[in-house]
């Protein structure tokens, strides 16, 4: 039936499942049927919270439980693999969180699984979706400033929510993979081409993990165009997210971070209330995030999907977009660990 909904089974349950249940509250023609969690504890609360009838910890337990259509894949970096296998194997649609896999050989096997089973398969880059960078790439593709000749990208706080982020062995690296994947899909959409070599530099400068805590990285792209890529968590007072395009005939500046944003509260007191992702402080001068999850391109990403699955269509970002952004992040660590420029083959 093409007016059914889309059935979907969201698998993890932290901040960033958070998010995207907030779009399924509001998304016709998806329902949300099962959520998968590996403690029991939290899969059940978070049901609670986002009104899903079904909770499951273990694979086996989300399949005999209600029928689904598509997966939207919310776990951790090193769980990826696993679970777009699993679903690729059972036939069922994949939405999947950046980054794709810890490395390109990770990504390329679930670019096949998912290709081999023919399902629909999406590339959970949010940022190609959000409103004020479709207006910027809208920007740049009419030829208003010119042929691009130099993108510098920047996002930054303080680190990130859950614990399996600071170990390397399972998110994969730190700032980079984390938040500079981000920036490499954008730049890469801006221009219209993948970089050919990469020059970074990746130190952890200030907290007690094994991945590094900031990194820059610059890529060189055919015809010469430069791409800069600034990631870190050593900033303080909460988000920032700046672009920067130079062009022949003029530029394009980007910010937003917790300053820029237009409700501004001051709290002397404590406050439980959530204003904004990643903010440090709960008083003093607090700067709300209207709608993120549409701010941040969730809700476009995912009505996308979705439409995707009803029509047949093939969604704009694929996982083979995010095996590239994990062939250059492969190749900026290389960088890193030599301390020169790195190519990237094709």
Same mark, same amino acid.
């Given at each position: ?27 016709? !023609? ?52 696993? =679970? ?45 979706? /959000? ?8 920007? $740049? ?31 994969? !690296? ?10 490499? /899909? ?29 990194? $820059? ?6 015809? !010469? ?32 971070? *917790? ?24 008083? *003093? ?7 993120? =999850? ?28 995010? $095996? ?23």
């Amino acid at each position: 039936m093409p007016n059914a909904p889309v059935r979907v089974a969201m698998l993890g349950t932290g901040f960033i499942a958070e998010f995207r249940a907030q779009v399924y509250a509001r998304l016709q !023609g998806a329902k949300v049927v099962s959520v998968l969690g590996r403690d029991r504890t939290k899969a059940d609360a978070f049901a609670g919270r986002a009104r899903i009838a079904h909770a499951a910890t273990s694979w086996d337990a989300l399949i005999e439980g209600p029928s689904f259509d598509a997966v939207d894949v919310c776990l951790p970096n090193n769980r990826h693999l696993e =679970y777009v296998l699993l679903a690729a194997e059972a036939g069922k649609h994949v939405l999947c969180e950046k980054p794709l896999g810890l490395t390109e050989d990770e990504a390329k096997s679930m670019l096949a699984a998912v290709e081999k089973a023919g399902v629909i398969h999406a590339y959970g880059e949010n940022m190609i979706y /959000a409103p004020d960078f479709r207006e910027i790439l809208d920007i $740049v593709a009419q030829g208003t400033i010119g042929r691009p000749l130099w993108i510098r990208g920047r996002e930054a706080h303080f680190g990130p929510h859950s614990p399996w982020f600071w170990k390397k062995a399972e998110s994969g !690296g730190g700032a980079l993979i984390d938040m500079g994947c981000h920036l490499i /899909a954008v730049i890469n959409a801006l221009l219209g081409e993948t970089p050919e070599a990469v020059l970074c530099h990746a130190p952890t400068l200030y907290h007690g993990t094994d991945c590094e805590d900031v990194v $820059v990285a610059l890529m060189r792209y055919p015809g !010469g165009a430069l791409g800069q890529c600034e990631a870190s968590w050593i900033q303080r007072g909460g988000m920032q997210v700046t672009l920067e395009i130079s062009g022949e005939d003029g530029m394009v500046t980007y910010d937003r971070s *917790g300053l820029t944003q237009p409700i501004k509260v001051f709290a002397r007191n404590q406050t439980q209330r959530y204003f904004s992702e990643k903010v440090e402080s709960d008083r *003093g001068w607090l700067f709300p995030t209207v709608d993120e =999850y549409w701010r941040y391109g969730y809700y476009d990403q995912i009505r996308h999907f979705v439409e995707c699955i009803q029509t047949g269509a093939t969604p704009k970002v694929t996982f083979a977009d995010g $095996v590239v952004v994990n062939r250059i992040m492969d190749a900026a660590y290389a960088s890193a660990r030599t301390g020169g420029w790195q190519p990237i083959a094709a």
